[in-house]
């Protein structure tokens, strides 16, 4: 069975759907319909099948099983017709209210836009399924009397359940939903009615459901109206004189112009502001300098606590999904490195080799410093600077000095060009630097990990000291909202060649010059 379906839309937009052999056709509809900000009701599903050339159109109503699509299937959005289809419906009755109906079924036909709720309405008046009599389907009640009581008892609403592809609409809000939503657009359908006791008296469910459709008619008329009175304003009295456009012109007055030199120095203010919270919306991860505190070789330090939440932070923040969708520019750029990764490239001779390691060798040599952050096994973290002579020694020393079972063994790893490597212990006749020995630039993390010599309970308890652990900080991080950036040498799509046309240097309908015959000279 499929475990997703690749969506695709008419300007070759593609979205990913994840399902299960129970998911619905119309839900994944839905989805994808909502991820593109298109309107469900107006499209339907048609399969792409490129071996045959035959595509399909899918039933909404089924199921991804029933449906017989492979895994990785691709469906296309096609827009269906405006005007609604005829679908034929079958009502079965249950077996109390089914006298005197042949096969205890109601027939008749419907448009795609039917809800069914009216479709009930329309059978239990006798406006459709050529009944005689009239029934009764969505005003029952049940009289129910309490424990311990004796009495008529009080009437309580029968909720009507229409069962129809394994579906069972049970609320008032599912039977709002139209034919054409749940996938029925055309052919014929059953609908197995039955009915549940709710615990809502009848006469406070009767008006629950009257001031839900005056709420409707409420807002169709408001509509209406705003529409009318737009129009109304738009189109002139002819019992009215006609006012000429300089007497209006006089009417409204003047804005007053501002000088330029003016409006220069009142946006020179805002500018400066709209940098200053720009900068206050950059991720800021490390705490200011008087938050810092020294360690055990009297090196400023900062200690960050370990994250209150079991969800990674970049878990709970919101995302666009369209900016994960591949342009034409990246298609290009992925050409394009392909090209040129396909090209034969000499080799490098062993002067140019030399030459490379000895300009790395001499970027290493000009470090001056690093910065190490050491993760601990309880997610608590420190962060500090390490100079260029500063060797694997002094970060295990600082280390030692910070974490409470400072005997038992441990290791520090970190993260090289080649793999994850252990930070070498030194002794007194091996140092090894950690910038022109291991390498380290920039920023680097290094992971605290206990050997197999350690105590367990080194490995439960907290691994900072106390002193350290209450002066950490969390990590805060600022949420920075997204700017379109466009390129100031960028033309527009719709602005190109439009200079051509307007300056006339192409002539329309002549002969371009490279359909020329050449000619006597």
Same mark, same amino acid.
């Given at each position: 069975?499929?475990?997703?379906?690749?969506?695709?839309?008419?300007?070759?937009?593609?979205?990913?759907?994840?399902?299960?052999?129970?998911?619905?056709?119309?839900?994944?509809?839905?989805?994808?319909?909502?991820?593109?900000?298109?309107?469900?009701?107006?499209?339907?599903?048609?399969?792409?099948?490129?071996?045959?050339?035959?595509?399909?159109?899918?039933?909404?109503?089924?199921?991804?099983?029933?449906?017989?699509?492979?895994?990785?299937?691709?469906?296309?959005?096609?827009?269906?017709?405006?005007?609604?289809?005829?679908?034929?419906?079958?009502?079965?009755?249950?077996?109390?209210?089914?006298?005197?109906?042949?096969?205890?079924?109601?027939?008749?036909?419907? !448009?795609?836009?039917?809800?069914?709720?009216?479709?009930?309405?329309?059978?239990?008046?006798?406006?459709?399924?050529?009944?005689?009599?009239?029934?009764?389907?969505?005003?029952?009640?049940?009289?129910?009397?309490?424990?311990?009581?004796?009495?008529?008892?009080?009437?309580?609403?029968? =909720?009507?359940?229409?069962?129809?592809?394994?579906?069972?609409?049970?609320?008032?809000?599912?039977?709002?939903?139209?034919?054409?939503?749940?996938?029925?657009?055309?052919?014929?359908?059953?609908?197995?009615?039955? #009915?549940?006791?709710?615990?809502?008296?009848?006469?406070?469910?009767?008006?629950?459901?009257?001031?839900?459709?005056?709420? =409707?008619?409420?807002?169709?008329?408001?509509?209406?109206?705003?529409?009318?009175?737009?129009?109304?304003?738009?189109? !002139?009295? /002819?019992?009215?004189?006609?006012?000429?456009?300089?007497?209006?012109?006089?009417?409204? !007055?003047?804005? /007053?112009?501002?000088?330029?030199?003016?409006?220069?120095?009142?946006?020179?203010?805002?500018?400066?502001?709209?940098?200053?919270?720009?900068?206050?919306?950059?991720?800021?991860?490390?705490?200011?300098?008087?938050?810092?505190?020294?360690? !055990?070789?009297?090196?400023?330090?900062?200690? #960050?606590?370990?994250?209150?939440?079991?969800?990674?932070?970049?878990?709970?923040?919101?995302?666009?999904?369209?900016?994960?969708?591949?342009?034409?520019?990246?298609?290009?750029?992925?050409?394009?490195?392909?090209?040129?990764?396909?090209?034969?490239?000499?080799?490098?001779?062993?002067?140019?080799?030399?030459?490379?390691?000895?300009?790395?060798?001499?970027?290493?040599?000009?470090?001056?410093?690093?910065?190490?952050?050491?993760? #601990? /096994?309880?997610?608590?973290?420190?962060?500090?600077?390490?100079?260029?002579?500063?060797?694997?020694?002094?970060?295990?020393?600082?280390?030692?000095?910070?974490?409470?079972?400072?005997?038992?063994? #441990?290791?520090?790893?970190?993260?090289?060009?080649?793999?994850?490597?252990?930070?070498?212990?030194?002794?007194?006749?091996?140092?090894?630097?950690?910038?022109?020995?291991?390498?380290?630039?920039?920023?680097?993390?290094?992971?605290?990990?206990?050997?197999?010599?350690?105590?367990?309970?080194?490995?439960?308890?907290?691994?900072?000291?106390?002193?350290?652990?209450?002066?950490?900080?969390?990590?805060?991080?600022?949420?920075?909202?997204?700017?379109?950036?466009?390129?100031?040498?960028?033309?527009?799509?719709?602005?190109?060649?439009?200079?051509?046309?307007?300056?006339?240097?192409?002539?329309?309908?002549?002969?371009?010059?490279?359909?020329?015959?050449?000619?006597?000279?």
């Amino acid at each position: 069975m499929a475990s997703h379906v690749v969506v695709i839309d008419s300007s070759a937009r593609r979205v990913q759907i994840k399902t299960t052999p129970n998911k619905y056709l119309t839900d994944i509809l839905q989805e994808a319909c909502s991820k593109f900000g298109l309107d469900a009701t107006q499209y339907g599903l048609k399969e792409l099948d490129r071996a045959s050339n035959n595509n399909k159109t899918v039933d909404l109503s089924r199921t991804v099983r029933f449906a017989n699509l492979s895994s990785g299937a691709k469906l296309e959005l096609v827009l269906l017709s405006r005007s609604p289809s005829v679908v034929s419906v079958a009502l079965q009755l249950p077996e109390s209210i089914a006298q005197g109906t042949p096969s205890s079924r109601l027939v008749d036909k419907f !448009p795609s836009t039917t809800t069914f709720w009216l479709l009930l309405r329309k059978f239990e008046s006798g406006a459709a399924g050529g009944g005689k009599s009239t029934l009764n389907l969505t005003a029952r009640g049940c009289p129910q009397v309490g424990d311990g009581n004796s009495g008529a008892g009080r009437l309580y609403h029968e =909720m009507p359940i229409i069962q129809v592809m394994g579906r069972e609409l049970s609320s008032f809000v599912d039977l709002q939903k139209t034919l054409g939503q749940l996938g029925f657009n055309n052919g014929n359908t059953l609908l197995r009615l039955s #009915f549940r006791t709710t615990d809502t008296p009848l006469e406070e469910a009767m008006q629950q459901i009257d001031q839900y459709f005056k709420s =409707m008619e409420s807002g169709d008329k408001a509509g209406a109206h705003a529409s009318s009175l737009a129009n109304s304003e738009s189109v !002139p009295d /002819p019992s009215q004189p006609a006012i000429p456009q300089e007497a209006q012109d006089q009417k409204t !007055p003047p804005k /007053p112009e501002l000088d330029p030199d003016t409006t220069a120095v009142t946006q020179e203010p805002l500018s400066s502001t709209t940098r200053e919270n720009q900068a206050d919306q950059q991720p800021t991860t490390l705490p200011s300098e008087s938050s810092t505190i020294t360690g !055990p070789d009297q090196r400023p330090i900062s200690v #960050f606590a370990p994250p209150s939440s079991t969800t990674p932070q970049a878990v709970r923040q919101k995302y666009n999904e369209a900016d994960y969708e591949p342009t034409v520019d990246h298609a290009r750029m992925y050409q394009s490195r392909l090209k040129q990764s396909g090209q034969n490239k000499r080799l490098l001779t062993d002067a140019e080799i030399k030459a490379q390691q000895s300009n790395q060798a001499q970027k290493i040599a000009d470090i001056k410093e690093v910065e190490i952050r050491i993760r #601990f /096994p309880d997610q608590s973290s420190i962060v500090t600077k390490f100079s260029n002579v500063d060797t694997s020694e002094s970060l295990y020393e600082l280390v030692k000095g910070m974490i409470v079972n400072s005997a038992d063994p #441990f290791s520090l790893k970190y993260s090289a060009p080649s793999g994850l490597k252990i930070i070498p212990k030194d002794d007194s006749n091996n140092k090894t630097k950690l910038i022109g020995g291991l390498g380290m630039l920039g920023r680097v993390l290094v992971t605290f990990v206990w050997d197999e010599g350690s105590s367990l309970k080194a490995r439960s308890e907290p691994t900072l000291i106390q002193k350290y652990r209450e002066e950490a900080k969390e990590i805060k991080v600022a949420e920075v909202q997204g700017v379109a950036v466009q390129d100031d040498g960028s033309v527009p799509q719709d602005e190109k060649g439009k200079g051509k046309d307007e300056q006339g240097e192409r002539r329309r309908g002549g002969m371009p010059k490279w359909l020329k015959l050449g000619g006597k000279k």
